[in-house]
């Protein structure tokens, strides 16, 4: 999930590079307009990062549930 947040950073730096006549770098570099695009990667990835814990705490995997039983 994690590199899901790398590769939205990666194709927006190579927006840069390769849409310079188009971008303006002002506009596009702004703190804030990087921050609005963290939060937007960040709140696209939080909902299977949510399921993928949700699903392991209720339906864990029988492995799990072996190293839950105390000898």
């Known amino acids: 999930m994690i590199i ?3 590769g939205t950073l990666i194709c927006y730096a190579l927006s840069f590079l390769l849409l ?5 770098y002002t ?3 702004d703190p804030i307009t990087i921050m609005k695009v963290l939060c937007l990667s960040t ?4 909902p299977f990062f ?3 814990k949700f699903k392991k705490c209720c ?3 029988a492995h ?3 190293n ?3 000898a």
């Open 43 to 46: 709140i696209s990835w939080l």
């Open 20 to 24: 310079t006549s188009v971008l303006d």
């Open 64 to 66: 799990e549930k072996l």
């Open 27 to 29: 506009i596009a570099l």
């Open 4 to 6: 899901s947040l790398f």
């Open 50 to 52: 949510l399921y993928s």
């Open 59 to 61: 339906f864990p995997e």
């Open 68 to 70: 839950l039983i105390e």
